[in-house]
């Protein structure tokens, strides 16, 4: 590690989230994405344009989505970057943090000095033609993703499969409970309504939350995040490419960490963990230099992947954030007290973008969104859902695939976040 | 000026058939056939047992033998699904769980019936039983589990049967 390049965000473009585009593919979304990046980039002071990009990194979850294999070499094309390295990364819901990591790597690595990581996804084309809406055709193809002989046929997916997590946790702890999840549904859905990108920006109560409709027990419909449609864009650089292009503003990755833990929850010691983020929060945090057991008071803000509302609040834990059991209470307590908790204005704005629940879930463009959100509120450039930035560093949190086996977990510092201890 | 935009959408499918192979797991699905067994495996070197069944074990890198488990076990953890994908969205309600069946020591996930669907039913720690279906294909839906005071009651019904 010690003979990696120092690697910098030195541009970021997102999308709009939103349930469907109709005048966009996914290759145009993908475009629209690295136009931006690119726009912001220049705005970053670095002159560039596509032709000086010299590899992309695609993150991408499920061509079944695309109605496309191999989706990746259709963006290349319509993005221009014919005769280029061009690698894809499909690792479920954690696709957008594995896209980052391996974006850095091809930089830090000496591999390209200038390297795109973009991340796509266009779900609601999927269209189940029984119920006449695109919703149980979408959620069928990312249960393919589970175990295909052993589970699929059960009827797992997505949500049962996180819900049993947070339920075996909530047999082992007493929570979250239904009101502690429903606290992150009102956080998330707030806090999107400061951000114009976001799909689902509601003023929502407990009650609205917890009013919701069932979806598997003890989810209700706003406890789950949307599935999006969105694309979202990174330029990585190394240190002298930084220099070189007179970057105003650069965002160094500091730390990078993935852990896979069992696909199969059965096999695991405690079914109420996701051990893959505990792995990957230790392994960015020590790459990064930071404690996980201090982490709270040494970063401003963290980016969740906050695809359901009770593993957000598991996630305070496992990320280390409070001691494990205390992620209900940390959020139920702190409600309304400024300086506290996770909420905009606490101690630890969890999702000031809004997360997946309020912004939206574009599967393999998330966790480049997250990234890119929280290297914008680093620069001080994220908009009406800037949090104050005093330490300097952030991180961004990306999990997936069945049993959420997947994690990556980015830590980025600004300028000032370097220098301090 | 700009022409107006108008969309374009096409009706697709994407299906593929399979006579997909069980390999070193076919034992497992032609005794849950054939005799209605539930097979596990148990690891020659560090005696690990695994449920889904491997016959090589991912610990020790050994090879683990076949043992038949019982057909009692106890939920670890448990969900109702009500909205739920295209192709079980006509099922709605219905009860999964990871259980672990007596012997074992990783859980199984699996379908939990009860004639009383609700959530203190089929809650962590509650007793269940395999039922299997008298028509089986070899395939993990041809048995499910139903708590242990329900059995009688299901093993009655025309097209189910209890194990061995
Ligand atoms: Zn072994």
Redesign the pocket.
């Known amino acids: 590690m010690r003979t990696m390049r120092k690697v910098a965000i030195i541009g970021v473009g997102i999308t709009p989230f939103r349930a469907r585009y109709l005048d966009k593919t996914y290759f145009e979304l993908a475009y629209d994405a690295t136009k931006l990046a690119l726009e912001d980039a220049n705005k970053n002071g670095a002159e560039i344009n596509h032709n000086n990009l010299e590899s992309t990194v695609y993150g991408i979850y499920n061509e079944l989505f695309e109605r496309q294999f191999m989706p990746d070499i259709f963006i290349n094309s319509y993005i221009g970057m014919n005769n280029k390295p061009g690698t894809r990364i499909a690792s479920g819901g954690a696709t957008g943090g594995y896209t980052v990591r391996m974006a850095y790597s091809e930089v830090a690595s000496g591999l390209s000095d200038l390297c795109l990581c973009l991340g796509v996804e266009k779900c609601n084309d999927c269209y189940d033609e029984q119920t006449g809406v695109t919703t149980p055709e979408v959620l069928n193809a990312i249960a393919y993703s589970a175990d295909m002989t052993y589970e699929y046929p059960m009827g797992m997916m997505a949500a049962s499969s996180y819900v049993s997590m947070v339920n075996a946790h909530y047999e082992e702890f007493g929570n979250p409970t239904e009101e502690q999840m429903a606290y992150v549904s009102v956080k998330n859905h707030g806090n999107a309504m400061l951000n114009p990108k976001s799909q689902a920006p509601m003023k929502v109560s407990v009650e609205n939350v917890l009013n919701s409709r069932i979806i598997c027990f003890p989810f209700k419909l706003l406890d789950c995040c949307l599935y999006s449609e969105a694309s979202a864009a990174l330029i990585l650089a190394n240190e002298e490419k930084v220099k070189e292009l007179g970057v105003e503003n650069p965002i160094w990755i500091t730390g990078v960490g993935a852990a896979n833990t069992d696909c199969f929850i059965g096999n695991r010691e405690d079914m109420g963990r996701l051990y893959s983020n505990i792995y990957a929060a230790k392994a960015a945090y020590k790459m990064a230099n930071l404690d996980y057991n201090n982490i709270k008071s040494q970063i401003d803000l963290a980016e969740l992947h906050d695809a359901f509302s009770g593993q957000e609040v598991i996630s305070y834990e496992e990320l280390g954030f409070v001691p494990f059991g205390e992620g209900g209470p940390w959020i139920e307590k702190t409600f309304e007290k400024p300086g506290e908790g996770p909420w905009l204005n606490g101690e630890l704005p969890c999702c000031p973008s809004g997360g997946l629940i309020g912004c939206g879930h574009a599967v393999g463009a998330t966790g480049i969104m997250s990234t890119g959100e929280a290297a914008l509120q680093l620069r001080g450039d994220a908009g009406k859902h800037q949090v104050s930035i005093n330490k300097g560093r952030a991180i961004s949190h990306s999990i997936g695939g069945p049993g959420a086996a997947y994690a990556a977990i980015i830590v980025m510092a600004n300028e000032e976040g370097l220098k301090k201890p | 000026m700009s022409e107006e935009f108008k969309d374009h959408q096409i009706r697709d499918v994407i299906k593929i058939n399979y006579k997909y192979t069980m390999g070193g797991q076919s034992k497992f699905f032609i005794e849950l056939k054939n005799n209605k067994k539930l097979l596990g495996t148990k690891?020659k070197?560090?005696g690990?047992t695994w449920m889904p069944p491997r016959i090589n074990?991912s610990?020790?890198y050994?090879p683990?033998d076949w043992l038949e488990l019982k057909q009692t076990g106890t939920i670890e953890v448990s969900t109702i699904v009500w909205y739920t994908t295209s192709a079980f969205i006509k099922a709605i309600p219905y009860g999964i769980g990871f259980i672990k069946l007596d012997g074992a020591e990783t859980a199984l996930l699996q379908g939990i019936f009860s004639e009383n669907l609700v959530p203190s039913k089929i809650k962590k720690g509650k007793r269940v039983k395999a039922v299997f279906n008298k028509q089986r294909d070899g395939k993990m839906t041809d048995f499910f589990f139903v708590p242990e005071d329900e059995y009688d009651n299901w093993i009655s019904k025309p097209e189910y049967e209890g194990g061995v």
């Open positions: 690891c070197k560090c690990k074990c610990d020790c050994e683990a």
